[in-house]
């Protein structure tokens, strides 16, 4: 029958011992009363006797191992005699050592079952240990109540507290101080060293975020058309300078009686889109749709109107703008501006421009160029008007002048024919009496 | 230094105060020579300074205790010996309504300038009515002092200052250190009232005894190194003052209390120390405090039984073990 | 220089004012207690004033005097202040014991009164060693202890009895035999008729004195004065007498027969009545002078009382001071 020898008891203190040297192999015969292993204890090294005859059947603890008194160290009985069944009996040391591992640190420190460790919700704990746990702001319950005792004491809170004490790296806590972080917030293992590099993240995540908006709804089909557009059309740019005195000068004269009959205070652009959609009249290449199969020449001249909003743009149209005097052209503007920011315009509203004005004067733009307003073929960028010196008869004088650019796709219109266009726009704008012809 | 005994050193104390102030006088029984006390320890005095001023008394407790308040209140300094603190039962009056209370109620006019020495403690099987141990109940009467001297150093300082004190003094000797051998100085000292004296320092537990339980506290102490526990042993000597500054800095250093006792558990003065160690030192208590005195009973003759009533080193030792 | 009975007329003044300062003085505290100014207990010696002054009248200034709960009498005779004893009975600040003693506990230390007592037959012994302290210092002073026929039941009359004769001090145990240990009549509490008789057991000179004549009470006294001072003490005398009131202010003394009371207080009995009687008849003092002795007493009371009442009150924490000589401990 196989039996297990234990590390012996070598001297009244010892309370473990230390497998020095195997003096016999597994398989080996050992004589009953002959030496067979060498053990450390803390007096001094000794060689043990065999208690019995047999054959060394199994080296539990390996030369080296610490093992405990009365713990089992090899396995003696007959010769190839197994050793399952005796093996299973006991706590193999270094057999299961690994299996054992990690010792849950809480787990060494768990009370026994009948241990009382509070009454309700008090805890067990001294005056003593209250103050300073008080002092260091530790909650008491995270302390871990101490094996064997009535109660918490003080050694056991500064305990806690040394275990818990944050380890830092010298550069980790220059670093910690300089930017001000608080140590404490990191979310580190319990124990672990905090490098330098474990601040890296909070220093990043600490730099001003940007704002985050969410890609959606008007913004989403912006996104979508500026692209398409850019994407399908050739988009070319051209720009005239326009002498606005003209304009100016009539807007003067008009503006109160369009105020008594429309209820509108008529606006520079106003005129320019008056005078844009005459021209159209005369370029209907320029008021067409482009498609690969062939280009359509829109039969009416929609003109849209770039409004700004809140988050985006729309453009509502006004109908048959060359139909319309600045007037009529002023209050239907009005209204559909009003409406377009209030969020009110009907699908008729906005859909069908054949061409569309852009007017960043306001913005003290004095030039730009616009992305065409799929699916027509050009766009009218209008700039602020600008009080200039300009050259006329070889003299110097000041003119109010404004830019105009013209943004075309140049697979339905060629850049000769948009050239035209704009200055005849430029033409009507600088000689407004020729609307009347 | 020369090493005198606990009575020599007492009996040194009084020839010198004697020889000091001829207002000093004893009274009490059987203190003259050849006798020279039930205790020996007023040996030789009858001799030199006559059986006037060492008066032995009939068996009057209660006349001699009265009559050496009332000398005390016209001037003199006298001092009563009762022979074992259990007879205080037969004067109780004179300490407690007459010695203890006339400077008050006189409103300060009269002083008492009285010292009561008495004896007590067991363990020579001198049973229940002559074994006593009653400094609790005195120190519980305001108007009196209370010391219990536990070396000859001390015995013959506070002897000294005792009789120089204007108030009425209990001073308390035990009948097993009247033997106990210890260096007194030739030269001219006093010990204070008031100052407690550590015997031996410890960080680990301070522990308090007072008389014949100071040397039980001391072994036990030594019995406790062994156990790596580091006992701060502090004899108290003088009850009424007590010195409390030096027991609370202690138990603030420690942490803990424990407190050897001769006299019956309940009541007895180690309460008021645990009580005033609870009040100035709360914060700084690990455990709670434990008393090591005699349990609830007489004390009863047979030598086994008085051995199971009384502290000792093994109970202080064994009870100090237990708080940690 | 007249005189009576070979006592100086200035001596039978003192006497006369002494007792007419005790008589005045307690039926006033007694009035006071009664419509409730005084706090505590009151024990009237009214009825006494002879037994006391005749003893008291016996001694010079340097002489002790301990005497009990029923001590107005005595340290009155001895010279204690009415004022400071009024403001005492007050519990003001201007009382001999500062209202830490009152009634029972009037001491003046300057006049050697070692106080009166509250523990019955206590005083023997402290009148003991004061006696033992004279012997001791060689003087010639005389120490009395006061006490009733209760009193000398107690162990502490005894053994300071035994204790002063084995030694010869120079104790006076002067009781007053008034009949009444509280409420038990000296018939019960004792086999001798006269308290004399115990001094044969001690081996002590006794005497019996009439406690209401004063001049008789002062006879004897001044003998048993002679005898200590000689060094040939202690020595006893009993006064036959008798109190006016119970035990207490308040005591009905339904303990006592009926008539006795009135017996006592008649003119044939009553110790201030028996003096002037006396005084006047042997043309030792006029009426008029008599009475002018009583109206200036009179006068001392008012001013007595009124001392008492305006005294300052204690301040509470006072309470405190004089436990030990140092302060608290």
Request: charged share 25%; glycine share 8%; hydrophobic share 40%.
């Amino acid at each position: 029958m196989a039996t297990i020898l234990n590390m012996p008891r070598l001297g009244l203190t010892m309370s473990e011992g230390r497998v020095v040297r195997w003096l016999k192999a597994e398989g080996d015969e050992i004589k009953a009363g002959e030496e067979y292993v060498e053990i450390e204890s803390d007096k001094s090294v000794a060689a043990h006797e065999a208690p019995e005859a047999g054959f060394l059947l199994k080296i539990l603890a390996a030369e080296g191992d610490v093992v405990e008194i009365y713990k089992p160290i090899a396995v003696i009985g007959q010769q190839n005699e197994s050793v399952d069944e005796v093996l299973k009996d006991i706590d193999a040391p270094s057999a299961e050592s690994e299996a054992k591992e990690p010792i849950d640190e809480k787990q060494q420190m768990s009370v026994k079952k009948d241990q009382e460790t509070k009454d309700g919700d008090r805890i067990f704990i001294s005056p003593a240990a209250r103050r300073i746990a008080a002092e260091n702001n530790v909650n008491i319950a995270e302390i871990p109540f101490p094996q064997g005792k009535k109660r918490i004491e003080k050694a056991h809170v500064i305990d806690y507290l040394e275990a818990n004490k944050l380890k830092v790296t010298p550069l980790a806590s220059k670093i910690a101080e300089e930017q001000g972080i608080d140590l404490k917030s990191l979310s580190v293992e319990p124990g672990k060293r905090i490098f330098s590099k474990d601040l890296q993240q909070v220093l990043q995540t600490s730099a001003p975020q940007p704002a985050r908006i969410k890609v959606a709804g008007m913004r989403k089909v912006i996104a979508a058309r500026m692209k398409e557009s850019i994407d399908t059309a050739a988009h070319v740019s051209l720009t005239t300078e326009v002498d606005m005195s003209k304009v100016i000068e009539m807007r003067q004269r008009i503006i109160d009686p369009i105020m008594g009959k429309w209820d509108v205070k008529v606006s520079i652009n106003d005129i320019v889109i008056k005078c844009t959609a005459f021209a159209l009249k005369e370029f209907p290449r320029i008021n067409s749709v482009f498609t690969p199969e062939e280009i359509i020449e829109k039969a009416e001249i929609n003109i849209g109107v770039a409004v700004a909003l809140q988050e985006g743009l729309i453009v509502p149209v006004i109908r048959n703008a060359d139909m319309l005097s600045v007037g009529q052209i002023a209050a239907v503007s009005k209204e559909l501006s009003a409406k377009a920011k209030a969020g009110a315009l009907n699908p008729d509203e906005y859909n069908g421009g054949t061409f569309t004005v852009s007017n960043l004067g306001m913005y003290d733009i004095t030039q730009f160029t616009s992305i065409i307003n799929q699916p027509e073929s050009a766009i009218l960028s209008v700039a602020k008007v600008v009080e200039r010196p300009v050259v006329l008869n070889g003299e110097i004088t000041v003119r109010p002048i404004m830019n105009l650019s013209i943004n075309f796709d140049h697979r339905p219109i060629d850049g000769a024919m948009a050239a035209v266009f704009l200055k005849r726009v430029k033409e009507l704008l600088e000689e407004p009496y020729e609307l009347m012809i | 230094m020369r090493t005198i005994t606990y009575r020599e050193a007492i009996n040194e104390a009084l020839a010198e105060e004697m020889r000091r102030d001829p207002e000093v006088f004893l009274i009490g029984e059987d203190l003259a020579d050849p006798f020279g006390g039930s205790y020996k320890v007023t040996k030789g005095l009858s001799t030199e300074f006559g059986c006037d001023r060492v008066r032995n008394t009939p068996i009057s407790e209660a006349g001699l205790a009265g009559a050496a308040v009332g000398a005390a209140m016209a001037g003199m300094r006298p001092v009563a010996e009762i022979m074992y603190i259990d007879f205080t039962g037969c004067c109780f009056d004179a300490i407690v309504n007459q010695a203890a209370k006339i400077h008050y109620m006189s409103g300060g006019q009269v002083q008492v300038p009285v010292v009561f020495r008495t004896q007590q403690g067991s363990g020579r099987s001198s049973a229940a009515q002559h074994a006593q141990s009653w400094e609790a109940i005195f120190a519980h009467i305001p108007g009196l002092k209370v010391v219990m001297p536990a070396t000859p150093y001390d015995a013959k300082g506070m002897l000294k200052t005792a009789i120089r004190d204007n108030d009425p003094v209990m001073f308390i000797e035990h009948k097993l250190l009247y033997g106990v051998k210890g260096e007194v100085p030739e030269e001219e000292y006093t010990v204070p009232f008031g100052k407690a004296e550590v015997r031996k320092e410890g960080k680990d537990i301070t522990l308090i005894a007072s008389l014949r339980m100071v040397d039980f506290a001391l072994e036990a102490a030594d019995k406790l190194k062994a156990d790596g526990i580091d006992a701060e042993v502090i004899d108290l000597r003088s009850i009424v003052p007590l010195d409390k500054d030096t027991i609370i800095s202690s138990i603030k250093k420690t942490g803990r209390l424990a407190i050897a006792q001769e006299a019956v558990e309940r009541c007895g003065f180690a309460s008021e120390i645990a009580t005033l160690a609870m009040e100035l030192a709360f914060d700084y208590l690990d455990a709670p405090v434990k008393r090591i005195c005699a349990t609830n009973t007489p004390v009863a003759f047979a030598p086994a039984l008085e051995d199971f009533i009384i502290p000792n080193t093994e109970k202080i030792y064994s009870a100090v073990k237990e708080m940690f | 220089m007249k005189s009576f009975k070979g006592i100086p007329k200035s001596v039978l003044t003192d006497m006369y004012t002494q007792m007419e300062k005790i008589r005045q003085f307690e039926l006033k505290s007694v009035d006071l207690y009664q419509v409730g100014e005084l706090p505590g207990f009151l024990h009237s010696c009214l009825g006494q004033e002879a037994a006391a002054v005749g003893v008291v009248a016996a001694l010079k200034e340097t002489d002790y005097i301990v005497t009990t709960h029923r001590g107005h009498g005595h340290v009155i005779a001895k010279g204690a202040e009415l004022n400071r004893m009024m403001a005492e009975l007050y519990a003001k600040e201007d009382g001999y014991c500062r209202g830490k003693g009152g009634s029972m506990h009037i001491m003046d230390r300057t006049k050697n009164i070692l106080g009166a007592n509250g523990i019955v037959g206590q005083g023997t012994t402290l009148a003991t060693g004061a006696g033992l302290a004279a012997q001791l210092r060689g003087t010639d002073q005389v120490s009395v202890a006061f006490f009733g026929d209760g009193a000398q039941n107690e162990g502490f009359f005894h053994e300071s009895m035994n204790m002063a004769s084995i030694w010869n001090l120079p104790v006076i145990f002067a009781c007053e035999n008034n009949m009444y240990a509280e409420s038990t009549c000296q018939t019960y509490h004792m086999r001798p008729d006269d308290i004399a008789e115990r001094a044969k057991g001690y081996g002590v000179t006794s005497y019996i004195a009439d406690g209401n004549d004063v001049i008789d009470v002062y006879l004897k006294a001044c003998e048993a004065v002679k005898q200590c001072r000689n060094g040939d003490g202690p020595v006893l005398i009993e006064s036959k007498t008798y109190r006016w009131l119970g035990h207490y202010v308040g005591d009905p003394g339904v303990y006592r027969p009926d008539g006795e009371v009135a017996l006592w207080k008649s003119d044939e009995k009553e110790p201030m009545h028996q003096f002037r009687e006396q005084m006047i008849k042997n043309e030792i003092f006029t009426k008029s002078e008599l009475d002018k002795i009583q109206n200036d007493v009179a006068d001392m009371i008012i001013s007595a009382v009124e001392f008492g009442r305006n005294s300052k009150p204690l301040p509470p924490e006072s309470a405190l001071e004089d436990v030990y000589i140092e302060g608290l401990l």
